[in-house]
């Protein structure tokens, strides 16, 4: 039986075990998708030797990072984003390669690129963690000029909330949000944007998905702008996942 899994820490809101265990029972495909929760990367290599039939990961928060230093190779864009979230692992010749991708930049693109419009050329990412990275590097390859947003000021090219004046607010008009903020169950939260000086022109995109329309998606649609949840990114990169772990992509 083939064996894939997901490596990260707390793994209660995942989403890929079910995905992909309804997907090989429905194609007959003889193989099952097991979670590994481990409290410390340095389990990763124990993971990998203790499962001698495990031909993929995917990797999640807090470890998209972390992980790159356990790995034999990594593709292109994924070592440019800086984060890993795709893991394929080659058994031949009796040695174990472990190569890095990052599939977050194909679903994102894949599911923003029809919403974008000709005025939306500057946009502003909240949250700077490892989804954020190829949130960035997949707009800029879209032609758009990013800006971190931190609760914390990192450098020139990260702006404090407090720092969104309605300049900025109108010149940034795509907004993705890479934070677990408004995240089921404290749905009840947004992140601190001043959502008062949106309008029709903004486009708001949360990599949440659970609930289906965040705070922020609802703020954003109260003032006319497009919003779009994550779901459809999740779904992308779950079949970028497969296409890779079968030397398809």
């Known amino acids: 039986m083939r064996k894939f899994g997901l490596i990260g820490y707390p793994l209660g809101h995942s989403f890929s075990k079910n995905f992909f265990n309804e997907k090989f029972n429905s194609e007959n495909i003889d193989a099952e998708?097991?979670?590994f929760e481990i409290p410390?990367?340095?389990?990763?290599?124990e993971v990998i030797n203790s499962n001698p039939n495990l031909e993929?990961?995917?990797?999640?928060?807090?470890?998209?990072?972390q992980v790159m230093e356990y790995l034999d190779e990594i593709d292109e864009d994924a070592a440019k984003i800086g984060a890993v979230n795709v893991v394929r692992i080659e058994h031949t010749k009796g040695k174990t390669i472990r190569k890095g991708y990052n599939s977050d930049i194909i679903g994102f693109t894949r599911s923003i690129e029809s919403l974008?419009?000709?005025?939306?050329?500057?946009a502003l990412i909240l949250g700077t963690g490892g989804a954020s990275k190829a949130i960035k590097y997949g707009l800029e390859k879209m032609g758009l000029e990013?800006?971190?947003?931190?609760?914390?000021?990192?450098d020139d090219s990260t702006l404090t909330y407090n720092e969104l004046t309605p300049e900025i607010m109108c010149d940034y008009n795509v907004i993705v949000n890479c934070t677990p903020v408004g995240m089921y169950p404290k749905a009840d939260e947004c992140p601190d944007i001043p959502y008062d000086l949106l309008t029709s022109e903004h486009l708001l995109y949360d990599l949440l998905y659970n609930p289906n329309i965040t705070l922020f998606m609802k703020k954003g649609s109260d003032r006319g702008a497009i919003v779009k949840n994550g779901l459809e990114m999740l779904l992308l990169q779950a079949f970028a996942s497969w296409d890779i772990w079968n030397k398809q992509y």
């Open 33 to 35: 998708y097991v979670n």
């Open 40 to 45: 410390n990367i340095k389990e990763f290599n």
């Open 56 to 65: 993929g990961l995917n990797i999640t928060i807090p470890y998209k990072e």
């Open 116 to 122: 974008l419009e000709p005025h939306h050329k500057k």
């Open 146 to 154: 990013t800006k971190l947003v931190s609760r914390s000021k990192k």
